[in-house]
């Protein structure tokens, strides 16, 4: 088959046409049949098969696209807001083995994704470098003491996980486990830029003043910063593999912030070169980079080499996959806002992106995250067909 054609005549009308009558997944063995709020019974035996979203980055032959979805887990789930009533700190929930498998196992427990991704945050590793932070509610990422010049980036000390986020390692180990290759662990990680975004600009922004005076004021500051970080997440991607990741996420979410000229400057070589040091000891590992709003970069994504890119909704899938070229495979892109409206027009979307993606090298996922508010049952709606699809 060929894994990045677009033609809609290679797809099964019954199985894609909005019209068609979904076949439950209850239908199709091994799968479990859950509801949302519903509990599944652990797997015994060791499963040694590939989990489907491997073999569809890979360019195997698979039945239809795997499915999880950006923030799975978090607020729009009623157990995770029960969850938070007992745990209100985010970090205590982040860096708490027990919570981030609890956590991050809710959505698999109700949905099947195809992907089972860690509860953490991009920001997770900065306590380890000797930046102090806290994730507030309703402010978000706070840095107390934000790196601005080339003394304070002097203090900044190369991430050593092992050492710094101990449950990281031990959550995926056990994630591994439940889940038994019937879904893929993921992991994530923050971009150099974007990390360094968040530090200099002292926690979330609007307008990146501070981190673009930075880049054009003092660049050898910022790239003394960034060499840091590409350093350590390199180190981090690593040690999530180790531990049981089977697939990593790298989030640059900032990046599109910049300027294609720019883009080239403070971002693309720092993402190459985590990627190629992550290949040198792990060629196999699947690196997947998202940049929201990343359609003025699009065609300077694959040259970071990753294996994955994760489109955001502003971008039409066929002119996604056009772009982009065969040798890369994509993920995305409904608008999460899709989530809010009825089941049929939530099917509709499913449908066209799945048509436009083509066959193979396509993970279904949104855009961007889960909105807070998203009806869970929604949700629960957007699985069911996804994993109905047959191509």
């Known amino acids: ?25 209850c239908n199709f063995k091994p799968r479990i049949c859950c509801s949302v709020g519903g509990t599944v019974t652990e797997p015994k035996a060791i499963n040694a098969t590939e989990p489907l979203l491997l073999d569809a980055v890979r360019g195997k032959e698979v039945e239809r696209p795997p499915v999880w979805l950006m923030r799975q887990a978090g607020r729009y789930m009623k157990s995770y807001q029960i969850l938070c009533e007992k745990h209100p700190s985010f970090r205590e929930r982040s860096e708490n083995v027990d919570l981030v498998v609890e956590i991050s196992l809710q959505p698999w427990k109700v949905f099947q994704p195809d992907g089972v991704i860690l509860f953490s945050d991009i920001l997770t590793p900065l306590s380890g470098m000797n930046i102090p932070f806290d994730i507030i509610k309703g402010k978000g990422p706070i840095i107390f003491d934000p790196p601005r010049t080339l003394t304070d980036v002097e203090k900044v000390r190369e991430f050593i996980p092992e050492e710094s986020v101990p449950y990281v390692g031990e959550a995926l180990t056990i994630l591994r486990k439940e889940v038994n290759n019937h879904a893929a662990v993921l992991g994530f990680v923050g971009a150099p830029f974007t990390l360094a975004s968040y530090v200099v600009e002292g926690g979330s922004s609007k307008n990146f003043t501070k981190i673009k005076r930075l880049a054009f004021a003092e660049p050898k500051v910022l790239h003394t910063l960034l060499q840091i970080f590409a350093t350590s997440m390199a180190k981090y991607i690593r040690y999530q593999a180790d531990n049981g990741a089977q697939a990593v996420q790298i989030f640059d979410s900032w990046a599109t912030e910049l300027s294609p000229v720019d883009f080239e400057e403070f971002s693309l070589p720092y993402l190459k070169q985590i990627v190629d040091a992550v290949k040198l000891t792990h060629p196999d590992l699947p690196l997947i980079l998202y940049a929201s709003g990343s359609g003025g970069l699009l065609e300077r994504l694959p040259l970071t080499g990753v294996d994955v890119v994760s489109l955001d909704w502003t971008v039409d899938m066929a002119d996604g996959r056009r772009r982009l070229g065969p040798n890369v495979a994509i993920q995305g892109n409904v608008d999460p806002g899709v989530l809010f409206g009825s089941k049929e027009f939530i099917t509709s979307r499913i449908n066209d992106t799945v048509k436009k993606a083509g066959k193979g090298k396509h993970i279904l996922n949104l855009g961007h995250g889960i909105k807070v508010g998203t009806p869970e049952e929604n949700v629960a709606h957007f699985f069911e067909v996804a994993k109905g699809l047959r191509y």
């Open 1 to 25: 088959m060929s894994c990045i054609s677009t033609s809609l005549s290679s797809f099964s009308a019954t199985s894609i046409s909005s019209k068609s009558a979904f076949p439950s997944r």
